[in-house]
C-alpha cells in the first residue's frame, strides 16, 4: 500500500515543499481579508475622522489579527505534524508505520475542519479583545453606555469577519485536500475512516447560502441602518455619500464572495459528479477498469466508493458469466452432436437448459463399434440444476460411456456406474435419475433399466395407445452398493419410444397449470406420422407457447425414437 502511494506521490507537485506551504500562505490570505472587513466595518460604524477611531479601526484589529493568526498557525502546525511526518517518509522513500499511516488519513479527512475550528476560535477570541479595549480606550467624554454599544458592535463585527474568513479556510483547504487524498487511500475506504469528520451536502449548501445571501443583505441593512442615524449629528450629503460608497463597495464584496465560495460550492459538487459520469460511459462501454476516485467522506464520497464497489461486482460477475458461457459451450458439446443413422429407425433428442447449464442429459451412441447393430440410449435428470449439476452430469455421461463399452448387461452397466457416482457426490447430497436403454436393430429388441427415472413411453401408432415402460431402481449416486434390475420387451414397427425429464409434464404457465403427461401423449398422437425430429419440434415448440411468457424453472430433456419398417425388410 505505502509503495502505491510512493509511486504517485513523489512525481506529484503537490507533495512539494512550495505547494503543501501553499495551506499557510491560504491561512494568512484568508484571514487579511477577515481582517479588511474587520476594518471596513469598524470604521463605518463611527463618525469618519476621529483619530481614536482611526486607531481602533487600524492599529488594534492589525495587532490581534496577526497575533492570533500566528498562534493558531503555531497550533495547526503541532496538530498536524504526523501528518507532515507521513509525507516526509513517503517521500524518502521508506514505509511508513501503519499506525502512522492510520493517522495521517485521519488528519488529511480532517484538515478543513481543524483548520476552521482553529480559525473560528482566534477570530472569537479576537472580538472578545477588540471589545476590551474599545470599552477601555472609549474617547474622551463618551458615556459608558454608548462605549458599551460600540463594544457590542465591534464583537458583533468581528465574529461577522470570522464567520467569513473560517468558512474561506474551509471550502479553499478542502478543494486542495481532495486533490491529494487519493494518495492516502490507494485502496479506497475513505468513507469508513474512524475519527473523521463530514461534512454532509445540505450543511454545505446552507453555509454557502447564509454567507452569500444572508449574511451581505443583513449586513447591509444594518451599516445603512447606523448611517440613517449619524444623520442626526452628521451633514446628511456627506452621510449619504458615506452610505452610496459603503453600498457599492458591499456589492462588490458580496459578488466576490458570492462568485468565489460557489464556485468552490460547485466544485465540490459537479467535478465528483463528472468524474462518475465519466467512468458511468466506460463501464456502459465495456470498460470495466474504470473507476472513480474517492476525494471526500461526504455523501459524493459514499457514491463514489460505491460505485466502484459496483463495477468490481460488475467485473466479477462478468467474469463469472463468461465461465459460465464457456462451461455452457463445453456442455452443449456434451450432448450428441449428430444422431448416428441406423436403417430402419428414426431418432432425434433434445435438451434446452434453464440456466446457462443443467443437470439434464441425454446421448444416443453405439457404444462398440464392432457392433455397429446395437446401440445405447440415455436420458438423465441431475437433481437441481445449475453448474453442481452440469458437473454431475459430465461425471456421469463418462462413466457410462466407459462402462457401456464393456462387457457385461445393462445391469451390471448402471451397478457400476451407481458404485463409482455414489462416491464422487456423497458429500454434496446430489442424486440422479436415469433411463438407460439397449437397441439392437436387427432383433428390435430393448433391454432397460430405470434408476429412480420417470417410466419411458411406447406408443403404438396402429392402436393410439401408451404403454409405461417402468423399471425398479434407485436414483444413483444414493446407494453405492444399490441393486438394479435389466428389463427386456421386443419393439414392433410403427411403434414409438419416447424418453422424457419432469421439467416437461411439471412445466407451469401463468396460471399455475401443469402441461402434465396427458398433453404430451396428445401431441405425440397429433404428430405420429410426423418424424422423430418433428414430433420434438412440435412438443418443444407447444411447451414454449404454454410458459410463456415465465421463465423455465426446470431443465427439460426429450428424445423420440420410431421402429419404421418390418422386422423382416431388416433382415
Given at each position: 500500500?505505502?509503495?502505491?502511494?510512493?509511486?504517485?506521490?513523489?512525481?506529484?507537485?503537490?507533495?512539494?515543499?512550495?505547494?503543501?506551504?501553499?495551506?499557510?500562505?491560504?491561512?494568512?490570505?484568508?484571514?487579511?481579508?477577515?481582517?479588511?472587513?474587520?476594518?471596513?466595518?469598524?470604521?463605518?460604524?463611527?463618525?469618519?475622522?476621529?483619530?481614536?477611531?482611526?486607531?481602533d479601526a487600524f492599529v488594534i484589529p492589525a495587532i490581534i489579527t496577526i497575533s492570533l493568526t500566528m498562534i493558531g498557525m503555531r497550533y495547526q502546525y503541532?496538530?498536524?505534524?504526523?501528518?507532515?511526518?507521513?509525507?516526509?517518509?513517503?517521500?524518502?522513500?521508506?514505509?511508513?508505520?501503519?499506525?502512522?499511516?492510520?493517522?495521517?488519513?485521519?488528519?488529511?479527512?480532517?484538515?478543513?475542519?481543524?483548520?476552521?475550528?482553529?480559525?473560528?476560535?482566534?477570530?472569537?477570541?479576537?472580538?472578545?479583545?477588540?471589545?476590551?479595549?474599545?470599552?477601555?480606550?472609549?474617547?474622551?467624554?463618551?458615556?459608558?453606555?454608548?462605549?458599551?454599544?460600540?463594544?457590542?458592535?465591534?464583537?458583533?463585527?468581528?465574529?461577522?469577519?470570522?464567520?467569513?474568513?473560517?468558512?474561506?479556510?474551509?471550502?479553499?483547504?478542502?478543494?486542495?485536500?481532495?486533490?491529494?487524498?487519493?494518495?492516502?487511500?490507494?485502496?479506497?475506504?475513505?468513507?469508513?475512516?474512524?475519527?473523521?469528520?463530514?461534512?454532509?451536502?445540505?450543511?454545505?449548501?446552507?453555509?454557502?447560502?447564509?454567507?452569500?445571501?444572508?449574511?451581505?443583505?443583513?449586513?447591509?441593512?444594518?451599516?445603512?441602518?447606523?448611517?440613517?442615524?449619524?444623520?442626526?449629528?452628521?451633514?446628511?450629503?456627506?452621510?449619504?455619500?458615506?452610505?452610496?460608497?459603503?453600498?457599492?463597495?458591499?456589492?462588490?464584496?458580496?459578488?466576490?464572495?458570492?462568485?468565489?465560495?460557489?464556485?468552490?460550492?460547485?466544485?465540490?459538487?459537479?467535478?465528483?459528479?463528472?468524474?462518475?459520469?465519466?467512468?458511468?460511459?466506460?463501464?456502459?462501454?465495456?470498460?470495466?477498469?474504470?473507476?472513480?476516485?474517492?476525494?471526500?467522506?461526504?455523501?459524493?464520497?459514499?457514491?463514489?466508493?460505491?460505485?466502484?464497489?459496483?463495477?468490481?461486482?460488475?467485473?466479477?460477475?462478468?467474469?463469472?458469466?463468461?465461465?459460465?458461457?464457456?462451461?455452457?459451450?463445453?456442455?452443449?458439446?456434451?450432448?450428441?452432436?449428430?444422431?448416428?443413422?441406423?436403417?430402419?429407425?428414426?431418432?432425434?433428442?433434445?435438451?434446452?437448459?434453464?440456466?446457462?447449464?443443467?443437470?439434464?442429459?441425454?446421448?444416443?451412441?453405439?457404444?462398440?463399434?464392432?457392433?455397429?447393430?446395437?446401440?445405447?440410449?440415455?436420458?438423465?435428470?441431475?437433481?437441481?440444476?445449475?453448474?453442481?449439476?452440469?458437473?454431475?452430469?459430465?461425471?456421469?455421461?463418462?462413466?457410462?460411456?466407459?462402462?457401456?463399452?464393456?462387457?457385461?448387461?445393462?445391469?451390471?452397466?448402471?451397478s457400476d456406474v451407481n458404485r463409482q457416482l455414489s462416491r464422487d457426490v456423497e458429500d454434496s447430497g446430489q442424486f440422479m435419475t436415469l433411463f438407460y436403454?439397449?437397441?439392437?436393430?436387427?432383433?428390435?429388441?430393448?433391454?432397460?433399466?430405470?434408476?429412480?427415472?420417470?417410466?419411458?413411453?411406447?406408443?403404438?401408432?396402429?392402436?393410439?395407445?401408451?404403454?409405461?415402460?417402468?423399471?425398479?431402481?434407485?436414483?444413483?449416486?444414493?446407494?453405492?452398493?444399490?441393486?438394479?434390475?435389466?428389463?427386456?420387451?421386443?419393439?414392433?414397427?410403427?411403434?414409438?419410444?419416447?424418453?422424457?425429464?419432469?421439467?416437461?409434464?411439471?412445466?407451469?404457465?401463468?396460471?399455475?397449470?401443469?402441461?402434465?403427461?396427458?398433453?404430451?401423449?396428445?401431441?405425440?398422437?397429433?404428430?405420429?406420422?410426423?418424424?422423430?425430429?418433428?414430433?420434438?419440434?412440435?412438443?418443444?415448440?407447444?411447451?414454449?407457447?404454454?410458459?410463456?411468457?415465465?421463465?423455465?424453472?426446470?431443465?427439460?430433456?426429450?428424445?423420440?425414437?420410431?421402429?419404421?419398417?418390418?422386422?423382416?425388410?431388416?433382415?
Amino acid at each position: 500500500m505505502t509503495e502505491n502511494i510512493l509511486s504517485v506521490s513523489i512525481d506529484n507537485p503537490l507533495f512539494c515543499d512550495c505547494e503543501w506551504h501553499s495551506f499557510n500562505v491560504l491561512h494568512v490570505a484568508a484571514n487579511a481579508i477577515g481582517a479588511g472587513i474587520c476594518i471596513f466595518y469598524f470604521y463605518h460604524f463611527e463618525p469618519s475622522g476621529h483619530l481614536p477611531v482611526l486607531y481602533d479601526a487600524f492599529v488594534i484589529p492589525a495587532i490581534i489579527t496577526i497575533s492570533l493568526t500566528m498562534i493558531g498557525m503555531r497550533y495547526q502546525y503541532q496538530w498536524q505534524k504526523s501528518l507532515m511526518d507521513y509525507i516526509h517518509i513517503l517521500r524518502k522513500g521508506q514505509d511508513a508505520p501503519l499506525k502512522l499511516q492510520i493517522r495521517a488519513q485521519r488528519q488529511i479527512l480532517n484538515l478543513p475542519f481543524i483548520a476552521t475550528g482553529i480559525t473560528l476560535l482566534m477570530w472569537g477570541l479576537a472580538s472578545l479583545l477588540m471589545a476590551v479595549c474599545r470599552m477601555s480606550l472609549h474617547p474622551e467624554g463618551e458615556a459608558f453606555s454608548e462605549s458599551i454599544r460600540h463594544a457590542v458592535r465591534i464583537l458583533g463585527g468581528t465574529a461577522l469577519a470570522g464567520l467569513v474568513t473560517s468558512a474561506v479556510i474551509l471550502f479553499t483547504m478542502e478543494t486542495q485536500c481532495r486533490k491529494i487524498r487519493p494518495l492516502f487511500f490507494p485502496e479506497g475506504s475513505m468513507v469508513k475512516t474512524i475519527g473523521a469528520y463530514q461534512l454532509k451536502l445540505r450543511i454545505r449548501m446552507l453555509i454557502t447560502f447564509f454567507l452569500t445571501s444572508i449574511l451581505p443583505l443583513g449586513l447591509m441593512a444594518l451599516l445603512s441602518y447606523n448611517k440613517t442615524r449619524m444623520m442626526a449629528f452628521m451633514d446628511p450629503q456627506e452621510v449619504l455619500q458615506s452610505m452610496l460608497n459603503l453600498t457599492m463597495f458591499l456589492v462588490v464584496i458580496g459578488i466576490s464572495a458570492s462568485v468565489v465560495l460557489s464556485r468552490q460550492f460547485a466544485i465540490s459538487i459537479v467535478d465528483p459528479i463528472r468524474d462518475i459520469e465519466k467512468a458511468m460511459i466506460c463501464v456502459e462501454n465495456g470498460d470495466l477498469t474504470a473507476s472513480v476516485l474517492v476525494r471526500s467522506n461526504d455523501e459524493l464520497g459514499v457514491m463514489a466508493e460505491n460505485f466502484n464497489k459496483m463495477v468490481d461486482v460488475l467485473k466479477e460477475r462478468s467474469l463469472i458469466q463468461q465461465s459460465l458461457n464457456m462451461a455452457m459451450e463445453v456442455q452443449q458439446n456434451l450432448l450428441p452432436k449428430s444422431i448416428p443413422q441406423i436403417r430402419g429407425i428414426d431418432m432425434a433428442g433434445a435438451c434446452f437448459y434453464c440456466d446457462e447449464t443443467g443437470g439434464d442429459y441425454f446421448d444416443i451412441y453405439v457404444p462398440d463399434l464392432s457392433s455397429p447393430d446395437r446401440f445405447s440410449v440415455v436420458v438423465g435428470d441431475v437433481s437441481d440444476h445449475g453448474v453442481p449439476s452440469a458437473l454431475v452430469m459430465t461425471t456421469a455421461r463418462a462413466l457410462l460411456r466407459m462402462r457401456s463399452s464393456m462387457s457385461g448387461s445393462a445391469a451390471q452397466v448402471i451397478s457400476d456406474v451407481n458404485r463409482q457416482l455414489s462416491r464422487d457426490v456423497e458429500d454434496s447430497g446430489q442424486f440422479m435419475t436415469l433411463f438407460y436403454g439397449e437397441l439392437d436393430r436387427a432383433s428390435l429388441q430393448l433391454r432397460w433399466v430405470n434408476a429412480g427415472h420417470d417410466p419411458a413411453f411406447l406408443f403404438d401408432t396402429h392402436t393410439g395407445q401408451f404403454q409405461e415402460l417402468k423399471g425398479k431402481g434407485m436414483a444413483l449416486g444414493v446407494f453405492d452398493d444399490s441393486v438394479y434390475v435389466q428389463s427386456e420387451r421386443g419393439l414392433l414397427p410403427g411403434q414409438s419410444l419416447i424418453i422424457g425429464t419432469d421439467g416437461i409434464w411439471e412445466m407451469h404457465n401463468r396460471e399455475g397449470e401443469m402441461f402434465g403427461k396427458d398433453r404430451l401423449k396428445d401431441i405425440i398422437r397429433d404428430h405420429a406420422e410426423s418424424s422423430a425430429a418433428e414430433i420434438v419440434q412440435n412438443i418443444m415448440s407447444d411447451l414454449e407457447q404454454f410458459h410463456y411468457p415465465l421463465k423455465k424453472e426446470d431443465d427439460v430433456t426429450l428424445v423420440v425414437i420410431k421402429i419404421i419398417h418390418e422386422q423382416t425388410e431388416m433382415r
